[in-house]
């Protein structure tokens, strides 16, 4: 089987969440490509270094993040004509690589661009809604003709998430209204971590990533106040294009870590620091550990996941703006975490019958009778 994977560089989580995805395709025999860019891009050729896979380097549509609500107006004016001229690079790169490399499917990880009418394409999204800084329902009830729209272009939407009350990912992709319910389908989570049995011997794992240039401001605040916190700490700065490590007293920081070494600190640690991006989310609800969250400053959709977390107890949350460590780790440690037990595997094995029963269908259905 011939796969196209389109993956979102919106930071890496669309990156690491596809990985497990991507690597029971090659387990399946499959021969795939993979299009993304930037720092998901390098980290997919690091991770996935060894395998015959073939890497295309095509830029997804810029992220609509402002810090105002009068500039999310003004920005989002600028943004449209921007979105569609990336779009319609990537939609005419696909159509001429898929003429070219005759694929069976196409699977897109957030990736509006990367379809084919002529080829049954599924997209990984968990934001069927998509959330306003205004709180208008008009505005979310316009998102889901938007998602529409493209249902009609990919085959189904495959939501990372559960489906009953006690899921992960709220409004942005439950209690629609106009998208009817066979067009989804509720997978599980996907992460390509695993619980592990280790001693909690780190106290402190501060977990940065996502775009410039917040993911450095972010760094600078937190750099400058984990240098009087007590206990061992180590800081994974998110960024692939450096090669750092160095220690400084009781810190050890990185650039980046391989996913193995991630998976590890992130089960030896007592707490984590992160950003409160759908899939860190998935992360932290496989390794069981508790988390302070920090919303990227106009990210909406991490700004709703952070407060709905929040709400349902599982993790505290604190705006970029107002962060005091001593303070916030503190309250923090009253939080639960997520206890929902989540299957991986499952999930994955939920993603290949999706693929499978469809094409199949597709295929009798072309045949002649």
């Known amino acids: 089987m011939k796969v196209l994977y389109g993956i979102c560089s919106w930071g890496l989580g669309h990156a690491?969440?596809?990985?497990?995805?991507?690597?029971?395709?090659?387990?399946?025999?499959?021969?795939i490509t993979i299009i993304s860019h930037g720092n998901s891009l390098e980290f997919l050729r690091k991770e996935?270094?060894?395998?015959?896979?073939?890497?295309?380097?095509?830029?997804?549509?810029?992220?609509?993040?402002?810090?105002?609500?009068?500039?999310?107006?003004?920005?989002?004016?600028?943004?449209?004509?921007?979105?569609?001229?990336?779009?319609?690079?990537?939609?005419?790169?696909?159509?001429?690589?898929?003429?070219?490399?005759?694929?069976?499917?196409?699977?897109?990880?957030?990736?509006?661009?990367?379809?084919?009418?002529?080829?049954?394409?599924?997209?990984?999204?968990?934001?069927?809604?998509?959330?306003?800084?205004?709180?208008?329902?008009i505005f979310e009830f316009g998102s889901e003709i938007f998602n529409l729209f493209f249902l009609k272009r990919f085959v189904k939407f495959l939501i990372p998430d559960y489906e009953n009350s006690d899921n992960l990912s709220g409004k942005l992709s439950h209690d629609l209204r106009l998208i009817k319910r066979n067009q989804l389908s509720y997978i599980g989570v996907l992460s390509d971590f695993r619980k592990r049995d280790l001693r909690k011997d780190i106290d402190l794992l501060v977990s940065l990533s996502g775009p410039e240039p917040q993911r450095g401001i972010l760094e600078r605040i937190l750099m400058s106040q984990i240098k009087n916190l007590d206990g061992r700490i180590v800081f994974t700065l998110g960024r692939p294009d450096k090669d750092i490590f160095r220690r400084e007293k009781n810190i050890e920081i990185y650039s980046i870590v391989s996913k193995e070494k991630r998976e590890e600190l992130m089960?030896?640690?007592?707490?984590?620091?992160?950003?409160?991006?759908?899939?860190?989310?998935?992360?932290?609800?496989?390794?069981?550990?508790?988390?302070?969250?920090?919303?990227?400053?106009?990210?909406?959709?991490?700004?709703?996941?952070?407060?709905?977390?929040?709400?349902?107890?599982?993790?505290?949350?604190?705006?970029?703006?107002?962060?005091?460590?001593?303070?916030?780790?503190e309250i923090a440690k009253d939080f639960t975490g997520i206890k929902r037990e989540c299957d991986v595997e499952k999930s994955v094995e939920k993603i290949m019958e999706e693929i499978t029963e469809t094409v199949n269908f597709l295929t009798r259905r072309s045949i002649p009778s």
């Open 48 to 137: 996935l270094r060894g395998e015959e896979i073939r890497f295309f380097d095509i830029k997804d549509y810029p992220i609509p993040v402002s810090e105002t609500k009068g500039a999310f107006i003004a920005k989002s004016i600028m943004y449209w004509p921007k979105f569609m001229r990336r779009m319609n690079r990537g939609i005419k790169f696909v159509a001429k690589l898929s003429e070219r490399e005759k694929f069976d499917v196409i699977i897109s990880d957030g990736r509006y661009d990367i379809y084919s009418r002529r080829i049954p394409s599924f997209l990984i999204t968990h934001q069927v809604r998509i959330l306003n800084p205004f709180k208008l329902r």
């Open 267 to 329: 089960n030896r640690a007592r707490m984590i620091v992160a950003r409160s991006g759908y899939s860190t989310i998935m992360d932290l609800a496989i390794v069981k550990t508790k988390a302070l969250l920090i919303p990227t400053p106009g990210q909406v959709e991490q700004e709703y996941l952070a407060k709905y977390h929040l709400r349902k107890r599982s993790f505290y949350c604190v705006e970029q703006s107002e962060i005091d460590l001593p303070r916030d780790l």
């Open 16 to 31: 690491t969440r596809s990985l497990p995805v991507i690597r029971r395709l090659i387990k399946e025999g499959a021969d």
